[in-house]
């Protein structure tokens, strides 16, 4: 009999050890980026989901909180458990006065003499009835882990954002750094010609000083501008969660226009509030902080559950006898200190929060839709306008550049009219990167991949 229970122990160790190793997550391949010398916005998009540790954060996350609902629900099923001990003591017996026993009355006897027992046994129990404390217990668990896996949706909308706002702030460096190359060699080309105007003696010579300085100055933009368009891609990598080098380009991907965004904002703003996963989260976890009352108020119930043991004991392994029990308990709670009325008032408390969060996002995602609307518009506007300047301040540095040739200019003419032209330049390539920063952000703000 007692091996019995031990082939039977054995068993349902091993059963429960292969269904744990089945629940284990298997890790996702990584989009690797690390080599490509050319990179792309959708390159950048899937490395950033594959490897950003705080998607990894998320997932965890996830698996905490499946975790717990498993926990909650393990309460439903039968429990079983097996024990085995050998145990080895004295068996000393101190007769009670008046007792059953005619010897009562003899002396103890003492003895170190030691005998062996073993044991081995099965115990089982069910929970029948609660009036749903449990069940509400395990329903508010389940909707718990659902909204963790919402909470993984809005990491990856964030992560998404990032990733976008680095590449199309890179994006706007690389082309700066086109801006102060251009710059640099109308500088240069300045510089030869005022060179050969101070020689043949039709300039004075501080203009040929003006024109080195403005070269010198121009050169010191190039290096800055090469040096933030490094910092940039340094900062793509940590929004790509990657460690590579700096040594790489950018392709010339531009963020499309986006559904609607030059429509009504109460249509985007209804989408966003159907598919935004902070909305998501937040009505789940109100639904779970719901089931969570429900089940502090049905602690106040009766609970019905039924247990039971099975035993194999004896002094020697071959010299065993079996016994068995049943048990049907009912559970009245009738004096917990005020325990489960102050659970209550905690659940209702959590419940309340969770109402009020959902609808502070209402708000917060009508704002963040109209800021995206209106950083949209805004930044279409500036395209025309900057496109506008940059164009007039080319003709003038074109007509400044032929007066200072037909000597009735002068350098300072000549040079606020090519900062002009720098800062015009810019300015169109920064409207031009808002507008697809100002996307970007609609996306997020709309729930949109």
């Given amino acids: 009999m007692t091996l019995r229970f031990?082939?039977?122990?054995?068993?349902?160790?091993?059963?429960?050890?292969?269904?744990?190793?089945?629940?284990?997550?298997?890790?996702?391949?990584?989009?690797?980026?690390?080599?490509?010398?050319?990179?792309?916005?959708?390159?950048?998009?899937?490395?950033?989901?594959?490897?950003?540790?705080?998607?990894?954060?998320?997932?965890?996350?996830?698996?905490?909180?499946?975790?717990?609902?498993?926990?909650?629900?393990?309460?439903?099923?039968?429990?079983?458990?097996?024990?085995?001990?050998?145990?080895?003591?004295?068996?000393?017996?101190?007769?009670?006065?008046?007792?059953?026993?005619?010897?009562?009355?003899?002396?103890?006897?003492?003895?170190?003499?030691?005998?062996?027992?073993?044991?081995?046994?099965?115990?089982?129990?069910?929970?029948?009835?609660?009036?749903?404390?449990?069940?509400?217990?395990?329903?508010?668990?389940?909707?718990?882990?659902?909204?963790?896996?919402?909470?993984?949706?809005?990491?990856?909308?964030?992560?998404?954002?990032?990733?976008?706002?680095?590449?199309?702030?890179?994006?706007?460096?690389?082309?700066?750094?086109?801006?102060?190359?251009?710059?640099?060699?109308?500088?240069?080309?300045?510089?030869?010609?005022?060179?050969?105007?101070?020689?043949?003696?039709?300039?004075?010579?501080?203009?040929?000083?003006?024109?080195?300085a403005d070269r010198a100055t121009a050169e010191l933009q190039l290096i800055t501008a090469d040096n933030n368009y490094a910092l940039a891609r340094a900062t793509l990598n940590q929004a790509m969660g990657v460690e590579r080098s700096i040594e790489y380009d950018l392709s010339d991907d531009e963020c499309p226009p986006v559904e609607g965004e030059d429509g009504t904002v109460d249509g985007l703003v209804d989408e966003a509030k159907q598919k935004r996963p902070e909305m998501l989260n937040l009505r789940l976890t109100m639904r779970s902080q719901e089931l969570s009352l429900q089940s502090a108020r049905d602690m106040n119930w009766p609970s019905l559950g039924l247990s039971g043991s099975l035993n194999d004991a004896g002094p020697e392994i071959d010299r065993t006898a079996w016994n068995f029990s049943g048990i049907v308990s009912l559970g009245i709670p009738l004096i917990q200190g005020g325990s489960i009325r102050a659970q209550i008032h905690q659940a209702e408390g959590q419940l309340a929060q969770s109402q009020a969060q959902v609808e502070s996002q209402r708000l917060q995602v009508r704002l963040d839709v109209e800021q995206a609307r209106l950083s949209i518009r805004a930044a279409k506007a500036s395209i025309i306008s900057a496109a506008e300047a940059l164009s007039n301040f080319r003709d003038r540095l074109r007509l400044a550049e032929g007066r200072y040739q037909a000597g009735v200019g002068n350098m300072i003419e000549l040079g606020d009219a090519q900062v002009a032209v720098t800062n015009a330049a810019a300015q169109s390539v920064q409207s031009e990167y808002q507008l697809y920063i100002a996307r970007a952000q609609l996306l997020k703000a709309t729930g949109r991949k």
């Avoid at 008046?98 to 103890?108: D, E, I, K, L």
């Avoid at 005998?115 to 509400?136: C, H, P, R």
């Avoid at 998404?160 to 500088?187: G, I, P």
């Fill in 6 to 212: 031990l082939a039977i122990a054995v068993i349902a160790i091993s059963a429960w050890t292969d269904l744990a190793r089945a629940g284990e997550p298997e890790a996702a391949p990584a989009d690797d980026v690390t080599s490509v010398r050319v990179l792309t916005l959708a390159q950048a998009l899937r490395s950033a989901r594959a490897r950003q540790p705080a998607l990894a954060v998320a997932r965890s996350n996830v698996v905490t909180a499946v975790g717990a609902a498993e926990q909650a629900r393990a309460a439903l099923l039968p429990q079983l458990n097996g024990q085995a001990s050998y145990a080895r003591g004295t068996n000393n017996y101190v007769p009670s006065p008046g007792g059953s026993n005619p010897n009562s009355s003899a002396a103890p006897v003492s003895s170190f003499q030691t005998y062996a027992k073993w044991n081995v046994g099965l115990s089982a129990s069910q929970m029948i009835y609660d009036f749903g404390e449990t069940i509400n217990k395990w329903k508010a668990a389940q909707v718990n882990a659902d909204a963790s896996e919402e909470s993984v949706h809005i990491t990856e909308a964030q992560i998404d954002y990032n990733t976008r706002f680095a590449f199309f702030t890179a994006r706007a460096t690389k082309d700066l750094v086109d801006v102060a190359r251009e710059t640099l060699a109308n500088q240069e080309k300045h510089l030869a010609q005022v060179k050969g105007f101070v020689e043949v003696g039709t300039h004075p010579a501080i203009d040929l000083t003006q024109a080195r």
